[in-house]
């Protein structure tokens, strides 16, 4: 709460050194002032000193209301608080204490796809043309209102004063009086300043006592900014900035302002023009004047712009003055680039009615002058060679060599130097004849090697020298059954079984020692029609699982292509697990003991059924193949209760998740199979079974086309009418006729038809009563309907005719 008493009293004081500077002028509206204003008048009020009762009497004697007063508080309340209001111009920018915010950052400036130089200055965020307030004052820098003076004496005398200059151009030295120092140098001010203290201060004369002047805080400035100017207005800036800043905060030059041409106008004289490309490619600040209170800048539209395009190393539109040349314009691009063709620029220039080519030469370039729009490319050199050589293959150092070093092949293969695995028999050699037809010269590379011959070379040959390793087909050897890591490995000389078998991760625990089968194609060189029935020789081998080659055991090599498979053990087995759930005492997964085990005996181990058991409901699901083995319920009809139960907690749901599973059901009769273990409805378990058995249901539940699908609670007399009529009876659109029940052991019962006669399934306790809708069928229009109608009656009556005669 101090604070803001203390930046209360800065504004209001604010308020009454500008009512001081327009004394003419009607009292201070608070409500036309907006945010940025606000945010100025605090800037150049820091360090008044003046305490919120002083400015508030004072803001009174100069007609500030006590509702205005008040509406102040919450306007800094509000800034404070972080919600700038969005009143004011949006051309005018936003200063705090002097300093510059960092202002919006802006996109590069394209033009057919090609930057403007320049314009990336304005689009960088770590480059924001901040004044350094913190560099000793200039010597020349021109006091005014708003700037504070900070005087400090020491020695025989001590004391400090910070003194602002006030609206008249002085500041009040205590003791002393008002001591003039608008519009003076720095360097005058303090000799001035000086000069008066040593009247009060005697000591200073003699050197006794010593005087120091600095700037403390600035003011501020306006600077208006016009012409071709992204965002032109009126901008309040520290008093030490200068025309790059005014250019920043404003975003730059539009899309036809001058980068080159940028004016400095004060007291309606232009004092400076200001180049950025000096800035860019030199550092060169020394027309960057300093700004000063009610400055104009203008920026020209310019005059001249060029597209340099191709091998140049920025590629841009850049603008170009008129004592400029082409020569001039590639140097600010940057130079030629490092493929660039250097002998003449090709350049499109607007005519008077149409474009216009233009070649200049490379001695042309200091005295061509450019026209704006003209667009310059730079060709590259040629990606053709002189005096190429290639070699490839089997060789230490492949690549391209030069034509007048190694004019013949000898020398080139001794520089290359030849690979232990190169095919010396024949190598070949890719050239062109004088027509540019490709040709091939076939080399034996051992007869060069020996001396005995060689070749000479041209430009452009291409010489490849073939590896033995490439020339041999990638031989391999496959093994697959009970080892580790079945699969294909490549062959090697005198690679044996037993070699495999460890590339393979060795045996695994079902493995065989006694059955591995070898298969070797047939390569029988006497059949020359191919009419040998054998596809294969396989041959059965027996091996100790150590693999120990000192053992005694045979010793079997290996061919390439040879197919190894290790088959099981026929005495190993692997437990195989079965799952029951439901009402039995211990649910669960159990271990299978034998082949002989039964539904019943799982029952038994699993410490028999609970009292609310209902056997007659019990399902057994077992894996299958959908493909070997067809599935209880049809896709249609799976579909058709997915439909129907969508989002219920039937038995069809579970049981259509499960054959999603790749589980099937297997109808049973687990009551039946209780009473006479070992009979045929008593089936032995497989891995993977489930048996389900569920709780005496006490209700049957109706779905599909019904009116109302619902649950009915079960009773001996319940049949499937009374259901259907529990349910409101059937849909017009149903189809009774594929009416069907499905019982909780998941059996399925469909309406029996014999004439007009229709034999509902009969219901029993968790019975789910299904009902689908009719297939959907194209009716006849009554057009279509008459059509035929006419037509039958007309083949009646011309059979009738013919009969009578």
Avoid: W
């Avoid at 919600?83 to 004011?88: H, L, Y």
């Avoid at 493909?627 to 749901?653: C, F, M, P, V, W």
Wanted: aromatic fraction near 8%.
């Amino acid at each position: 709460m101090k604070k803001m008493k203390q930046v209360l009293a800065i504004i209001i004081a604010v308020f009454l050194f500008a009512s001081f500077s327009f004394a003419q002028q009607p009292a201070i509206n608070i409500d036309q002032l907006s945010d940025q204003q606000l945010m100025q008048y605090l800037g150049m009020a820091n360090g008044s000193g003046m305490s919120e009762a002083d400015a508030i009497a004072k803001a009174r004697e100069k007609g500030l209301s006590d509702d205005q007063i008040q509406k102040l508080r919450q306007r800094i309340q509000s800034l404070n608080s972080g919600s700038v209001g969005a009143k004011g111009s949006s051309d005018t920018a936003d200063y705090r204490s002097g300093g510059i915010n960092k202002a919006p950052v802006n996109s590069v400036l394209l033009i057919n796809g090609l930057p403007v130089f320049g314009s990336s200055l304005f689009a960088k965020e770590n480059l924001i043309f901040e004044p350094n307030l913190q560099i000793p004052t200039p010597v020349n820098y021109q006091i005014g209102t708003g700037d504070q003076l900070n005087i400090d004496l020491f020695g025989y005398s001590d004391a400090n004063f910070k003194l602002k200059v006030s609206p008249d151009g002085t500041i009040r030295i205590p003791n002393l009086g008002p001591v003039k120092v608008a519009g003076m140098s720095f360097e005058t001010a303090q000799q001035k300043i000086k000069s008066q203290l040593s009247k009060i201060y005697p000591q200073i004369s003699s050197g006794q006592t010593s005087v120091q002047v600095s700037l403390g805080n600035i003011r501020s400035i306006r600077v208006t900014l016009i012409g071709e100017i992204k965002k032109p207005g009126t901008y309040t800036l520290p008093s030490l900035a200068t025309i790059a800043n005014a250019l920043y905060v404003s975003g730059g030059p539009d899309t036809i302002g001058s980068y080159r041409n940028i004016q400095l106008v004060r007291g309606g004289k232009i004092i400076s023009v200001f180049d950025l490309y000096d800035f860019l490619l030199k550092g060169d600040l020394h027309n960057n004047l300093r700004l000063e209170d009610d400055d104009i800048i203008r920026v020209n539209p310019y005059e001249t712009r060029v597209a340099i395009t191709g091998a140049i190393k920025r590629k841009a539109i850049y603008e170009a003055k008129p004592s400029e040349s082409l020569q001039d314009i590639v140097g600010i691009a940057g130079g030629f680039g490092d493929n660039a063709y250097r002998a003449f620029i090709r350049l499109v220039r607007n005519g008077k009615n149409s474009k216009e080519a233009i070649t200049v030469k490379a001695e042309q370039l200091g005295s061509f002058r450019l026209q704006s729009g003209d667009s310059c490319f730079i060709d590259s050199i040629s990606m053709r060679f002189t005096n190429k050589l290639v070699i490839t293959g089997a060789v230490a150092h492949p690549g391209v060599y030069s034509v007048q070093e190694f004019a013949s092949l000898r020398p080139l293969l001794q520089t290359a130097v030849l690979r232990e695995d190169a095919y010396l028999q024949r190598a070949m050699i890719r050239r062109r004849n004088a027509d540019y037809i490709p040709k091939t010269v076939d080399v034996n590379l051992a007869d060069i090697l020996a001396g005995s011959t060689d070749i000479n070379l041209q430009r452009e040959d291409s010489i490849r020298i073939f590896s033995l390793l490439e020339l041999r087909a990638k031989d391999s050897v496959t093994i697959n059954g009970e080892v580790n890591k079945p699969g294909s490995y490549n062959f090697a000389d005198s690679m044996q079984l037993q070699d495999l078998i460890l590339l393979a991760g060795g045996f695994n625990d079902g493995a065989s020692k006694a059955e591995i089968e070898v298969a070797r194609r047939v390569n029988d060189s006497t059949d020359k029609e191919g009419e040998t029935p054998q596809y294969a020789i396989v041959s059965t081998i027996s091996l100790n699982k150590i693999l120990d080659k000192t053992a005694g055991l045979p010793i079997v090599y290996l061919h390439p292509y040879d197919i190894v498979s290790v088959r099981r053990d026929p005495a190993y087995k692997e437990q195989i697990t079965v799952d029951i759930q439901g009402e039995v005492l211990y649910p669960g997964k159990y271990t299978v003991q034998n082949n002989q085990e039964t539904i019943s005996a799982l029952v038994k181990r699993s410490g028999g059924l609970r009292t609310t058991a209902y056997t007659e409901g019990g399902m057994l699901l077992r894996n299958t193949f959908s493909d070997t083995i067809e599935s209880n319920l049809s896709e249609d009809r799976i579909n058709t209760i997915r439909n129907q139960t969508k989002g219920s907690d039937s038995l069809s749901t579970s049981l259509i998740n499960s054959i999603s599973k790749n589980k099937k059901i297997v109808n049973i009769n687990l009551q039946s199979a209780l009473d006479k273990p070992n009979s045929f409805n008593d089936i032995k378990l497989q891995a993977g079974d489930i048996l389900r058995i569920p709780k005496y249901p006490e209700t049957v539940q109706s779905f599909g086309a019904v009116y109302v699908p619902k649950k009915v609670v079960y009773n001996k007399e319940l049949t499937f009418s009374k259901i259907i009529d529990e349910s409101g009876g059937f849909l017009v659109q149903a189809s009774r006729k594929k009416s069907y029940v499905m019982y909780p052991n998941g059996e399925i019962k469909t309406t029996k038809h014999f004439l007009f006669f229709r034999s509902y399934p009969a219901i029993k306790p968790g019975s789910e009563v299904y009902v689908p809708l009719k297939d959907k069928r194209n009716a006849f229009s009554i057009t279509e309907l008459a059509s035929i109608t006419a037509l039958i009656t007309g083949i009646v009556t011309t059979f009738y005719l013919i009969k009578s005669l």
